[in-house]
């Protein structure tokens, strides 16, 4: 898929460049300031587990991951994926991270309008969702770029930093099918 000057494809957990993009995505201080996932990813071996982890949840359609490339080249930016997907409630989570030498050049913002448009126009979904740790004040600013309403506090929702047995919150956001389209700028 293209558009705004990215290209998102699927991650190739056989691919030596998608297995250390994604091991430095996630060991990123930043990354996991704001993210604990369940599966942590410390060197290679870890890094294709979680890859293929990914890729079994992609078979079973209860998600998507992309892979976030410059649309000429092919360089790595990030991920955007969408999570949780619902075909009865037609509705999907969607999360995203942004390697650290392409942060401050709109590639969050850019993927998420992106993929947003996808899911609404080709799986027809009417409703994504995309939560964020209270304080991710980069997180909110994309969100609301690209259409997305604050609609709360989540309380609990999210595990606390570097950490599996103690939560804090998150605020939601969601934007809807029939919600206008963003202007980008």
């Known amino acids: 898929m293209y558009g705004h000057g990215l290209r998102l494809r699927p991650w190739d957990p056989d691919s030596d460049v998608d297995v250390e993009a994604w091991l430095h995505g996630h060991t990123d ?28 949840s992609v078979a079973r359609g209860t998600s998507v991951a992309y892979c976030v ?44 309008a992106l993929t947003s448009r996808w899911a609404f126009s080709e799986l027809e979904l009417h409703r994504l ?30 595990f606390a930093e570097g950490r599996q047995d103690a939560f804090r919150d998150a605020h939601l956001h969601a934007r809807l099918a029939t919600d206008p389209e963003p202007a980008l700028g």
């Open 129 to 158: 969702e995309l939560d964020h740790a209270l304080r991710h004040e980069a997180s909110c600013r994309i969100a609301e770029r690209c259409g997305f309403r604050y609609e709360g506090t989540l309380r609990g929702a999210m």
């Open 29 to 56: 201080p930043v990354f996991r300031r704001w993210n604990t996932p369940l599966r942590t990813v410390h060197d290679i071996d870890s890094a294709r587990e979680s890859m293929a982890a990914r890729a079994e």
């Open 69 to 112: 490339t410059e649309a000429d080249g092919g360089a790595v930016l990030g991920h955007i994926g969408l999570n949780a997907m619902d075909p009865v409630m037609s509705r999907a989570s969607l999360g995203y991270w942004v390697l650290p030498g392409a942060r401050g050049r709109g590639v969050a913002t850019r993927a998420l």
